[in-house]
């Protein structure tokens, strides 16, 4: 049995009908950019955030960048961050032209060790950008109390729509809700997605909010008035209608993955591939957090012979990621070399992502664990 790694026509299906009309929509209506329809979506989101402040943009990535724009991070700044991540989350930082600043990870959660990014402090830092990776939320309490010294918080939440942790005087928050900005992504693979590229930033600044508006349409303040020089950023009115029909199924997508991974914890322990003499360590949750499982990262021995082993049997399986952002080509001017993030240069090379897609069902899971179990051969 074939089993993809991901499978959005199976979400697509039962919302067919919702979206059609959506899409007919905003066709008969003639527009395209902005408007009521990303609007509607702001305030809908907003109220699933608890009531943040939320803009449109036109991708996760220049979500980020429109933070750090809004802040005038620029030139001789420096912005703490992990080099475990997609690209985007340093390319933004190197785009408002900055210096990212890289701190390991924990290498059981792949985040951010809040320990390591206080003390990459420096008078030029302006801001700390935890990823929370995966789906789960990277420890803020730390990172926040750094904040009240001046440095703003960014959240990257584009894989963590959904995502909540315990703050240390037992709130539970959202993810994106806490910093100065959150950043979200609607790419169509994400936990929430589009039809295409989009994204979110959220505040619970409303000038800091006003700034991202403007920001997004050329830094306009009034038609034709720029104060800033902004970016065309805008999300558009199908993205939005799409995403306005997704969002209430949301919490019940984000449930299945839960509900998959729990499966998997089970089926891995029966097939005795887990524990301290088995080839897998599987996914750690922090304590009082809600991992939302964008995706399903577990740590393998013999990973690409493993990755290999799966492909062949037609199940899907992706590294995120394999070359760690402190040694992409395009970073070389920041002068590092193999060693300087040893945990995230291990979790590079030995972990493996696995389907975990809300509609994957209980028999796709066991062939996934029984083709692993085959690799082992246990
Ligand atoms: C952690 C992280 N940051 C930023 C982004 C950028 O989002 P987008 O692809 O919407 O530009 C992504 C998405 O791919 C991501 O996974």
Known sequence: MAVPLLDLKAQFRPIEAGIRAALDRVLSSQQFVLGEEVAALEREISAHLGGVEAVGVASGTDALLLALM?????????????????FATASAIHRAGARPVFVDIDPATFLMRPDKAVRAITPRTRAILPVHLFGQMADMDPLLEAASRGIAVIEDAAQAIGATATMAGGKTIQAGTLGSFGCFSFFPSKNLGGAGDGGLVTTRDRDLADRI?????????????????GLNSRLDALQAAVLRVKLPHLERW????????????????????????????????????????HQYVIRVRRRDDLMAHLRSAGIGCAVYYPIPLHLQRCFASLHHHPG?????????SSTLALPIYPELTEAQQAEVVDTIRGFYNR
């Open 70 to 86: 809004a802040l005038e991070i620029g030139e001789g700044d420096e912005v703490i961050t992990t080099p475990y991540t997609f």
């Open 213 to 229: 508006r403007s920001l997004r349409r050329h830094g306009e303040e009034a038609s034709y008035v720029h104060t800033r020089v």
């Open 254 to 293: 984000n449930a299945a993955r839960e509900n998959n991974a729990s499966r998997y914890r089970l089926l891995f322990q029966a097939a005795g591939l887990t524990g301290s003499e088995g080839p897998l360590a599987l996914p750690e949750t922090r304590p009082g957090a809600r991992h939302t499982y």
């Open 340 to 348: 300087d993030f040893p945990v995230s240069e291990t979790a590079a």
